[in-house]
């Protein structure tokens, strides 16, 4: 099983990235996928959600309207889309897959799956 994220940079304040989610060696179209970030010296917490079939979507409320989540089953990917960057979006960001393929309770279930990280640092 393979997660990987990638995408991560350094962006200035007010800027853009586009993370990406490649995955591998389970049943992703029958997955839920989600990212999460983690910022230094901060518990993780959820970042977007989307269903398998990618007709649920769901963000935390300090993303809403700024990142966007998309997946493209085809090519086994999921996409986080960020925008207006502030440096409070600093964090290592991961791609993972809640156990749930409608995105149920997927900040408070463990994920099934956990992939590997990638940094994203917003500078002021």
């Known amino acids: 099983v393979q997660l990987q994220a990638s995408g991560g940079g350094l962006v200035q304040a007010g800027g853009s990235l586009r993370l990406s989610c490649a995955a591998a060696?389970?049943?992703?179209?029958?997955?839920?996928i989600a990212w999460f970030r983690q910022a230094p010296g901060k518990e993780r917490e959820g970042v977007a959600c989307i269903s398998s079939s990618g007709d649920f979507i769901y963000y935390r409320d300090p993303v809403k309207g700024r990142f966007t989540i998309s997946r493209d089953n085809a090519k086994k990917m999921v996409y986080l889309q960020m925008s207006e960057l502030t440096p409070e979006d600093t964090a290592e960001y991961y791609c993972a897959a809640p156990p749930y393929n409608s995105c149920y309770d997927w900040e408070g279930q463990r994920p099934t799956y956990w992939g590997q990280g990638t940094l994203v640092t917003v500078s002021s």
């Open positions: 060696g389970f049943a992703f179209g029958y997955s839920a």
